[in-house]
């Protein structure tokens, strides 16, 4: 969809690209970093300064209490980070539960590895954890349990009693619990995010993955990371080196700049500035006929394009695209086969100019 946006010259809202500007901190300390010759190797879990960094923000933030030097990885992006936890932890044949709608990248590094996803459907339209559906997806083969809160695509944030059911049964079944919490800051409407990791008893078998993509609006930078007890993080070390050596490392010196120099205020007006571009992109979609789940966290809104012209959710993200020159995701992208074909996904990690545009062309759709 983003190639024939751009092909078309029309407005993305299907890639989480993130076009926003960056903070000053960041780009200022990278372009530093470039000209002082810091552009060599990294040790393989990357630079001191951002470890620390890392975990003053985990402590602070997320509740968690990490080692700089033995419980954090520095990673190509958070994605690196999963695909590492995966090739450390995980053989092929094990399951692994997904809940749906799923982020893909999550479920194509399983079946890349030759690892089984078993998917947990989340019940519309508040995506709302079935426990007994969880208990039941639960086998003699299960090895882990994958949780992406705040959701890409859904925007749901796991609440406290969800997140604890699962650990209770993680704990039963001596379970990896794997957490992407990349859009950790993005929350809407007093959401609170919550690191599985913080629960009692499951630091040792959470490990939680963030990244610094979305908060400081650098997706095409690469640089994630990792927070795991120590008894797992040599070998995520290992494949992750294999992989990608380290993270770049140039970059890493502005995203330690950006954690030290930006405190609660940033996080907090960006949470405000992206609920409001929420609730413009929501009433844009109600107009155009295209009722939207509202979400809690993340940046985007799964809607329902039942309406709109096609057999699947391809085609009528193709026909939106046509219509109006806004490209939004086929639903189906995040469903396991046959769900998801009267949805769209739709991205609004954009400025205020274009996003003002997609929104106004949007209501057109129902003229």
Known sequence: MSVECDRIQGINLAQGVCDTELPAPVVEAAIAAIHNGKNIYTRLDGIPQLRAAIAQKLAHYNRLSCDPDTGILVTAGATGAFFAACMALLNPGDEVVLFEPYYGYHRNTLTSLRLTPVTVLLDAPTWELDEDRLKQAITAETRAIVINTPCNPSGKVFTRKELEAIAKLAQQHDLFVITDEIYEYFLCDNAEHISMASLPGMAEQTITMSGFSKTFSITGWRLGYLAADPRWIPSIGYFHDLTYVCAPAPLQHGAAAGLMDLHDDFY????????????????????????????????????????????????????????????????????????????????YAKKAAPLAEACQRLRSLNG
């Not at 500035?273 to 009433?283: A, H, M, S």
């Open 268 to 347: 907090r007006d960006l949470a405000k500035e992206y609920q409001q571009k929420r609730d413009q992109l929501v009433e844009a979609l109600v107009a155009a006929g295209m009722p939207p789940s509202v979400p809690d966290g993340a940046y985007y809104i799964l809607a329902d394009a039942s309406r709109i012209p096609g057999a699947t959710a391809k085609e009528k993200a193709r026909n939106v695209l046509a219509r109006c020159g806004v490209a939004a995701v086929a639903g189906s992208a995040f469903f396991t086969e046959g769900r998801g074909e009267n949805l769209l996904r739709f991205c």
